[in-house]
């Protein structure tokens, strides 16, 4: 082996020993001394306090020799009054003893009073309902003798009462004076006299319009405009076609 050779070699030894080394280094330093800078002394990880009331979560935040404190407050749907939503620094990260941990902290649902649509038409309390951020509920309609119709008699819950944003309002909306509903009777087929006299007993008026129809008896109700059977308020008119007497 000449000079030339033999110095070659000992120069790749050489290097392969300082790449060892170098690689070597690296792992302890991550394996061993990494993790006694980051949790060493003076040096702590932070709890996770999420989900505890503030106070279980200053308790925890102090034993384990951190500082405390509420950065602010948010309504939520999901989270109990109190407990902690979120925190600073993140849970597991390192930091120096004695660092300040912030949170945020629930507060109930937003809440509005229920507005008062008393005496108010339908769809005039419907929008103002709507525009305070509540929902319309259940609307039950009742006869009334002294206040319109499509006018609101009541709300539950009544006005001024708190709920949260979301929630519904129940109407009570009232149908105006009760007249009694009837059932149409079939009036076809029947002379118009016959005719007059059964709307007359069911509270009804009816209104003939006389036409030239042939095949049809005079003076037989030929057709109505509301069929047989409907339901209508008592007092309402029924137009009836009546074949026209022989001239």
Do not use: C, W
């Given at each position: 082996?000449?000079?030339?050779?033999?110095?070659?070699?000992?120069?790749?030894?050489?290097?392969?020993?300082?790449?060892?080394?170098?690689?070597?280094?690296?792992?302890?330093?991550?394996?061993?001394?990494?993790?006694?800078?980051?949790?060493?002394?003076?040096?702590?990880?932070?709890?996770?306090?999420?989900?505890?009331?503030?106070?279980?979560?200053?308790?925890?935040?102090?034993?384990?020799?951190?500082?405390?404190?509420?950065?602010?407050?948010?309504?939520?749907d999901s989270i109990p009054e109190g407990y902690v939503i979120s925190q600073r620094p993140v849970p597991g990260?390192?930091?120096?003893?004695?660092?300040?941990?912030?949170?945020?902290?629930?507060?109930?649902?937003?809440?509005?009073?229920?507005?008062?649509?008393?005496?108010?038409?339908?769809?005039?309390?419907?929008?103002?309902?709507?525009?305070?951020?509540?929902?319309?509920?259940?609307?039950?309609?009742?006869?009334?003798?002294?206040?319109?119709?499509?006018?609101?008699?009541?709300?539950?819950?009544?006005?001024?009462?708190?709920?949260?944003?979301?929630?519904?309002?129940?109407?009570?909306?009232?149908?105006?004076?009760?007249?009694?509903?009837?059932?149409?009777?079939?009036?076809?087929?029947?002379?118009?006299?016959?005719?007059?006299?059964?709307?007359?007993?069911?509270?009804?008026?009816?209104?003939?319009?006389?036409?030239?129809?042939?095949?049809?008896?005079?003076?037989?109700?030929?057709?109505?405009?509301?069929?047989?059977?409907?339901?209508?308020?008592?007092?309402?008119?029924?137009?009836?076609?009546?074949?026209?007497?022989?001239?």
């Amino acid at each position: 082996m000449n000079l030339r050779t033999r110095k070659f070699l000992n120069t790749a030894i050489l290097s392969g020993i300082f790449i060892v080394g170098l690689i070597a280094g690296v792992v302890v330093f991550d394996r061993v001394l990494m993790p006694s800078f980051t949790t060493g002394s003076g040096t702590r990880l932070i709890p996770d306090v999420t989900g505890l009331t503030q106070e279980e979560a200053e308790n925890i935040a102090r034993e384990s020799g951190f500082d405390f404190r509420v950065l602010r407050k948010e309504h939520s749907d999901s989270i109990p009054e109190g407990y902690v939503i979120s925190q600073r620094p993140v849970p597991g990260s390192p930091a120096k003893k004695g660092r300040r941990i912030s949170v945020v902290t629930s507060l109930s649902a937003a809440s509005t009073p229920v507005p008062d649509v008393i005496f108010m038409h339908f769809r005039s309390a419907q929008l103002t309902i709507e525009r305070s951020g509540l929902k319309i509920g259940q609307i039950i309609y009742q006869h009334s003798d002294t206040i319109r119709k499509e006018t609101v008699i009541t709300t539950s819950p009544p006005p001024g009462d708190t709920l949260e944003l979301g929630d519904k309002v129940d109407l009570v909306v009232s149908m105006g004076p009760e007249t009694g509903l009837v059932r149409v009777p079939n009036f076809m087929g029947q002379l118009i006299k016959d005719a007059e006299e059964i709307a007359s007993r069911e509270g009804l008026i009816l209104r003939a319009r006389y036409r030239k129809i042939p095949a049809v008896p005079e003076n037989t109700v030929y057709r109505q405009d509301i069929d047989p059977g409907a339901l209508v308020e008592r007092g309402s008119s029924i137009f009836v076609t009546v074949a026209r007497p022989n001239e």
